[in-house]
């Protein structure tokens, strides 16, 4: 059951919905800026959830966060919610055994989508059945109760919650409450339901059962017990949970919508590219600016001709992405690299994400953290936001599915616009900028000092060498 009914069985669903009647026709949002607050709000919804946890990912590290999250999962299982979790296979390569004894809690489900057929030699499946395996589900929700939505870019790990010790990401998720909700729970069914879900119990070589899942709990509870974490989740989400109240009084009430992509369309060869098409045609309706953050981005031609017209027509457009020393994915570098020198030319102004932000000085100062940009967010003439998983690059378009959020609201649309220009502040980020003689410099400006780089900042060579080689292959559409 959803809708009204739902919502006025539940406590916080009760809260929600006296501020709902207020709005009418309208959803409630929120971002979520940084790291340890994300993983803290993710907390909250399997701590108080009554009902049902709905919960949906690209990537779930078997690393302190993972567990931590898993074990919340558990416990409202054991409360009596429905726990139905579904998983991209990608990253589960050798982990059938601990998921399928989770599964074995009769109120937890666990689903794999697109599984690889053969469980042992991944590759196999690479050579044999490529079409296939190659789309992956990008997607990265969760919904408690079918009240509360959380849609973003942050997969589930350490490095996505501020809490590794050798590197972290930066990225932004967006929560909603009222109608988006309804339509996010519409889109987790339809890949829930789909035959390219499927139920792990059927990728295992024996039935697991519920001793093997006291078992498995016992050990989790064991990990976190020794685990070396940074911050006490318990203490962040008590926090958070007592200032549920003016959580709630502070949401921005606006129209909003999710967009996604069919699983059905990606294997559909040519159908695909919902989401990349819902986004480009917003485009053409731009006057003023458009602001995107974009861990990978690989704009090619058709991006490049877009920034071209938008110049013309006096749209600005700024772009924060990764810088190589940056990036996580080498590929996806090579790929955009052979688009700097165009996007300059269009007019763009072009930033890369510093892996070691900090002070400025004339030798730039480093932290111990090295930092990835990883958010997937685009403001469109300042009072349009659009946040999700979906990266402005081939794979996103065509290869993966992918999903979130887009909101018509001016308020909302300038907290995102905070959060980007301090992305692209000189503290956190580079400027790229071409010489005369079509050379590329990297610049960290203030109002006192001025740094330029003659080649990719913090980069080794061998990276440069790497990324240079790939470029040359005709793999664009695979990035």
Request: charged letters at 25%.
């Amino acid at each position: 059951m959803s809708g009204p009914d739902r919502d006025m069985a539940t406590t916080i669903g009760e809260a929600i919905a006296r501020r709902a009647e207020r709005h009418a026709g309208k959803s409630g949002f929120a971002i979520i800026r940084y790291g340890r607050p994300a993983l803290a709000a993710r907390v909250a919804l399997a701590d108080l959830a009554e009902k049902s946890l709905d919960v949906q990912y690209y990537i779930w590290e078997a690393d302190a966060t993972g567990r931590i999250l898993a074990e919340r999962l558990i416990r409202a299982a054991e409360r009596g919610v429905r726990v139905r979790v579904l998983l991209d296979d990608i990253n589960l390569s050798g982990q059938d055994a601990g998921i399928a004894a989770l599964d074995a809690h009769p109120n937890a489900e666990i689903r794999i989508f697109n599984p690889f057929a053969n469980r042992r030699w991944r590759v196999f499946d690479f050579v044999a059945d490529m079409v296939r395996v190659n789309h992956r589900m990008h997607n990265k929700m969760m919904i408690m109760d079918d009240i509360v939505s959380l849609v973003g870019g942050r997969n589930v790990g350490s490095h996505y919650f501020q809490a590794h010790s050798a590197s972290n990401f930066r990225d932004l998720d967006i929560v909603g409450v009222g109608g988006i909700v309804t339509d996010t729970t519409n889109v987790f069914e339809r890949f829930w339901e789909g035959p390219w879900s499927v139920p792990v119990f059927e990728l295992v070589d024996r039935k697991y059962g519920f001793n093997d899942h006291q078992v498995a709990i016992r050990e989790i509870r064991s990990r976190i017990e020794s685990d070396d974490y940074p911050f006490s989740p318990n203490a962040d989400t008590h926090e958070l949970v007592t200032r549920l109240e003016s959580i709630l009084d502070d949401l921005v009430w606006a129209p909003g919508r999710i967009v996604w992509e069919d699983p059905a369309a990606i294997y559909n060869d040519g159908e695909g590219g919902r989401m990349n098409r819902a986004l480009f045609d917003r485009l053409g309706q731009l006057d003023s600016d458009l602001l995107i953050e974009s861990a990978y981005f690989v704009p090619g031609s058709n991006g490049i001709a877009e920034a071209k017209s938008l110049g013309q027509r006096g749209v600005r457009v700024r772009v924060l992405t990764n810088s190589l020393a940056a990036n996580d994915v080498l590929a996806a570098h090579a790929g955009y690299a052979n688009y700097r020198r165009g996007l300059i030319e269009a007019g763009v102004e072009l930033y890369e994400l510093r892996p070691f932000p900090g002070p400025v000085h004339k030798k730039v100062v480093s932290i111990d953290s090295k930092a990835a940009l990883h958010t997937k967010a685009m403001v469109f003439d300042r009072k349009d936001v659009f946040i999700g998983s979906f990266n402005l690059d081939p794979r996103s378009s065509w290869i993966n599915t992918e999903a979130g959020i887009y909101v018509e609201s001016e308020g909302l649309a300038q907290q995102v616009i905070d959060y980007m220009d301090e992305g692209v502040s000189p503290q956190n980020a580079y400027r790229v900028l071409m010489n005369r003689d079509g050379s590329l410099r990297w610049r960290i400006e203030t109002d006192d000092l001025q740094v330029d780089f003659g080649r990719d900042p913090d980069s080794r060579w061998y990276q440069r060498c790497l990324a240079g080689a790939i470029g040359w292959l005709p793999i664009e559409r695979q990035l």
